[in-house]
């Protein structure tokens, strides 16, 4: 029979962070939820499962050098 030592005694008291539950805020689509078991008690991000385009299927493109528009002429002037 194997014997477990050390596996099942009581944590010692003073080394372990203090947890709580974590409110997370989404800057993306405004939503708050909470998490628990966390040494945070507050995060901020800016994307989450309810407006990320992987969960969503809507997917949103940012074009801050006009790059589709110019692939659309590229593609226009190709095509005649």
Do not use: W
């Not at 005694?9 to 974590?22: A, L, Q, S, Y």
């Not at 800016?46 to 006009?66: I, M, R, S, W």
């Amino acid at each position: 029979m194997i014997k477990l030592t050390g596996l099942f005694e009581e944590m010692k008291t003073g080394i372990h962070p203090d947890v709580f539950e974590m409110e997370v805020v989404c800057h993306g689509c405004g939503k708050k939820f909470k998490i628990g078991n966390s040494t945070l008690k507050k995060m901020e991000t800016e994307v989450c499962y309810n407006c990320h385009p992987f969960y969503t299927g809507k997917q949103k493109l940012v074009d801050t050098a006009k790059r589709i528009e110019r692939f659309k002429m590229r593609e226009e002037k190709a095509s005649k």
